[in-house]
Every structure is written in structure tokens, then in C-alpha cells.
């Protein structure tokens, strides 16, 4: 199966030629366009529990969408809700944590459970985040441009590089601590851990600053440039106020 | 001090490389990320005069009340990432000591540098009615300032005298001055015309403007959504 993510970084999506024989699980809702050979079966993938889980505790879908062909070279969109990038992922046999919401595509045996993430994840953005584990291509989305940091600080983004004029390592750097707040991490390695902080100083908290999740040891983290928290709290004043007579 | 702007188009942000003894001062809630060396502190002004009155102006001009400070120890570098809040643009402006900059309400991201000082200045209550607030900040010293827009960013090189429709202004050079002014000769006629009031600026300096205006697209969205209590 051949993929293409077209329109990066502002508007991408995932274009996928369906042979028979392949197939493609999507977040149901992200179909934009497909040629007519294309067959979808929804279902709950991995059972009724596994999707009440997943639509419950992590924001995903009850129901997630199965994409196979009969004939050759069937072309499948798929658009993720917010505008930004997406990112391709091989895994192999390895693990990978999404925020949630994060969730697009996946190609292969790749499993997706919701973890719960205990009491750290009380002020984060659910309680449970999504693990995503097994063999195959996983695509997520993100809100802006992307950038995957190392945790030595060293930014690796696959576009980054064209606007820097310092030479910046291609490797993942290990070893250290990053911070990365709330509202911009879309996923990270499990062999990182992390703590919510807010800044170092009481009053920070005491003035509702934002959260940070502070992540040390080895991985990769990906930040997207825009939160949608954020953008939601930015819109929250342009509401109209509900009159107060209750005629 | 580095100022680095990452990607291109609506989604841009800004990766600030830093070293110990350099002050870094932003928005507050305008940071991404931060390696983990980074010291954060929330204050109402990142050093001097202002205090808490510099806070509650802030608040008035559109800003946070509080302003984020990083710091990194002896011999230490640092990054950190910031954004701002809608899809737009960000821009770098330098500054050399000679030249004041004026930013809009909303329009500041981060400062920093030798020595950059930010003071909160009143606009004169035209600009309540005009849709610009009532507070801008001013920037100068030694270092670098950016700023974010929504909607791509423009520099006009102003000689003269230029019109600017409220609600695109970034920021401008003191050089310039301006006046709120009615968009067309008659009042209804501006009021017909639904451009209101515009910014009449004049003199001889640089003008940064938004191509979108915030206040427009709050204004079309909000009342789709359900009311708030």
C-alpha cells in the first residue's frame, strides 16, 4: 500500500492507494474523499469494551472505520479534524503514547488502548491517554506544525532544518529532561517519564498558570505549535452571555 | 540570544536559544516547551518599575496579567518554544537602542536580550471606541522582540502618511504617531462603509500589520457557539 501526506504543515491529509488484500483503520469521521471501490466497515475494533474505553476515557471514537479494496489502486483521503500536520510512524513491535485526540490512521497490527494515566493525569487533558503498540505505519495528527524534540533540547523536525542556519543533529539526543506544556504534547516514547509541574514558583499556581508535563530519561517527545485549549479559551469571550431572566 | 522561526505559513513558532545571564521574558501563557534546564518564574514584570500596576495595565491592553521569565544557570544554555494562540504568522524585531517599538494588545510574544525594557503606555480613551485597547506596550533597549499575528505579517515601510483599518496594527516604530480617525469624511459614511475607524498614522518609520483581524473572526464564530452563562 503506498501513502502519501499531502499539504504539510498547515492543511495535511493522508491520501492511501487501496490494492486488494490491504487495508486501513482510521478515527471514524476522517474519510474525505474515495474512489467508489473503496468498501468501509466500521466496528468497534477490538471489541464493544475496547471502544467503550476508547470513546469514554480517551476522546476517540466508539467506532472505528476498516478501509479495503477489491481493485487495484483504490484512492482513500483521510483529513484529521484540526488543521495541521500528521505524522507517519513505523512501528515495530515498539510502543508509543498519544494525547488524546491525536489518533488518525494506522496501517498493520497496530493495537490502540487507552492507558489510564493514574493521578498525574488528573489535570491533563483526560485521565487516560492513548498507547498505541504492535507492527505497521501510525498516523497522527496535530494542531499546527509539528516538531519532534529530543530531550538534550536539540529540535529534529523534518522542516525545522530549512530555517535554521546552525547545523542541528539528525540523531535523537538522550538523556535529560524536557518540559513541554500541557496543551502541545501529542506524543511521546514510553520510555520516558513524566510529571505534571507548573512553574517552579507557588504563585504560578496560585494564578492559574498553565500546567507543563515535564518528561525525563530517553525518547522522543512531538510538540505541535498551536493548542487547541488555548485557541478554545481564546474563543470563550466572543460567546454570547445567556440573558438572566428566566422568562 | 537566537530567535528562531520555525516553518512557514500560518503555524509558524519561535524556538529562542539562550544563555545564562540572558533574560528571556514572555507572554505568559505563550510557551511551547523548554528544555529541562530552564528556570521558569511568573512575575507581573520581569524586572523594575512596573509592579503590579505594569500587571493590571497589561491585563487592560489584551496581554496576561503576568509575564513568564526564563533563566538558565552558569554556563548553561537553553531553549524555549513559543507560540501564539491563532494560526498567523511571527515576526523578530530587532532592537538597536536607538528606536522605540509599539506593540498592540495581544500582538507581544516574547522579549529579550542585553537589556530590553517594556513599559505599558495609555492610548487615550479614542482607541476604546476605535477596537483597540487602551493600552499598548513599548518596547526598547538592546535584544530582539517578537511578535504574532493572525494572518500574515507585513512590513510597511510608512513615509508620510498611511491608513490602517483597527484591529491589523502589530506594532510600529515610534518614529510614527497616530491619530483614530474616521474612515470616511462623513460618520455615517464610515459607520455605511463598516469600517468605523481607522488609524491614521504619520512620519517617517516601520509599521508591522496583520492581514486578518482578530476581533472579526471572534466576532463571526462566537455567535455560533452556545451561549456562555
Not at chain 1, 471514524?28 to 474525505?32: H, L
Not at chain 2, 507581573?44 to 512596573?50: A, E, Y
Given at each position: 500500500m503506498k501513502y502519501r501526506i499531502e499539504?504539510?504543515?498547515?492543511?495535511s491529509y493522508l491520501e492511501v492507494e487501496l490494492n486488494p488484500g490491504d487495508s486501513i483503520a482510521s478515527e471514524?469521521?476522517?474519510?474525505?474523499w474515495m474512489d467508489p471501490g473503496v468498501e468501509m466497515e466500521t466496528s468497534t475494533r477490538g471489541g464493544v469494551f475496547a471502544g467503550l474505553k476508547r470513546s469514554?476515557?480517551?476522546?476517540?471514537?466508539?467506532f472505528q472505520n476498516t478501509y479495503t479494496s477489491e481493485e487495484q489502486g483504490s484512492r482513500l483521503a483521510l483529513a484529521p479534524g484540526p488543521s495541521g500536520a500528521i505524522v507517519a510512524l513505523e512501528l515495530n513491535g515498539e510502543e508509543v503514547f498519544l494525547q488524546k485526540g491525536a489518533y488518525l490512521a494506522s496501517i498493520g497490527d497496530i493495537k490502540i488502548d487507552t492507558k489510564f494515566?493514574?493521578?498525574?493525569?488528573?489535570?491533563?487533558?483526560?485521565l487516560f491517554i492513548l498507547k498505541c503498540s504492535g507492527t505497521g505505519t501510525l498516523f497522527f495528527n496535530a494542531f499546527g506544525d509539528i516538531q519532534q524534540v529530543s530531550l538534550s533540547g536539540k529540535n529534529v523536525g523534518n522542516n525545522a532544518d530549512d530555517n535554521f542556519a546552525d547545523d542541528w543533529e539528525e540523531a535523537v539526543q538522550v538523556d535529560g529532561d524536557y518540559t513541554v506544556d500541557n496543551g502541545y504534547a501529542v506524543a511521546w516514547d514510553p520510555s520516558l517519564d513524566y510529571r505534571l509541574t507548573t512553574g517552579r514558583k507557588i504563585r504560578s499556581f496560585l494564578f492559574g498558570d498553565q500546567i507543563m508535563l515535564r518528561f525525563s530519561g530517553e525518547g522522543r517527545v512531538w510538540v505541535q505549535s498551536r493548542s487547541p485549549q488555548a485557541f478554545a479559551s481564546w474563543i470563550h469571550p466572543f460567546r454570547r452571555v445567556k440573558s438572566k431572566n428566566n422568562n | 540570544m537566537k530567535f528562531n522561526i520555525l516553518e512557514?505559513?500560518?503555524?509558524q513558532s519561535a524556538l529562542v536559544e539562550f544563555e545564562h545571564g540572558e533574560e528571556l521574558f514572555s507572554e505568559?501563557?505563550?510557551?511551547v516547551r523548554a528544555s529541562g534546564n530552564v528556570e521558569m518564574d511568573v512575575s507581573?514584570?520581569?524586572?523594575?518599575?512596573?509592579g503590579i500596576m505594569g500587571g493590571l495595565k497589561r491585563m487592560i491592553s489584551g496581554e496576561s496579567f503576568f509575564v513568564s521569565t526564563y533563566k538558565v544557570g552558569p554556563g548553561e544554555k537553553g531553549e524555549v518554544g513559543l507560540a501564539p494562540v491563532l494560526p498567523g504568522e511571527m515576526k523578530t524585531i530587532s532592537l538597536d537602542g536607538s528606536t522605540t517599538w509599539v506593540c498592540s494588545g495581544g500582538s507581544f510574544i516574547a522579549a529579550g536580550g542585553d537589556d530590553v525594557e517594556m513599559e505599558t503606555r495609555f492610548q487615550g480613551f479614542g482607541n476604546v471606541f476605535s477596537g483597540e485597547g487602551l493600552f499598548f506596550l513599548e518596547l526598547s533597549g538592546v535584544g530582539d522582540a517578537l511578535v504574532g499575528g493572525f494572518g500574515a505579517l507585513h512590513e510597511i515601510e510608512v513615509s508620510g502618511e498611511f491608513t490602517l483599518d483597527t484591529g491589523h496594527l502589530i506594532a510600529y516604530e515610534k518614529t510614527l504617531e497616530y491619530k483614530i480617525s474616521k474612515?470616511?469624511?462623513s460618520l455615517t459614511q464610515s459607520f455605511l462603509s463598516g469600517e468605523g475607524f481607522v488609524m491614521k498614522f504619520e512620519g517617517h518609520g516601520k509599521l508591522i500589520v496583520q492581514t486578518h483581524d482578530v476581533t472579526g473572526f471572534g466576532k463571526r464564530l462566537g455567535p455560533l457557539l452556545p451561549e456562555r452563562e
Open positions: 499539504c504539510q504543515p498547515g492543511y471514524s469521521g476522517s474519510m474525505a469514554f476515557l480517551s476522546g476517540e471514537s466508539f494515566d493514574g493521578l498525574r493525569g488528573f489535570f491533563n487533558e483526560g | 512557514t505559513g500560518a503555524f505568559s501563557g505563550a510557551m507581573t514584570r520581569s524586572r523594575g518599575k512596573s474612515a470616511a469624511s
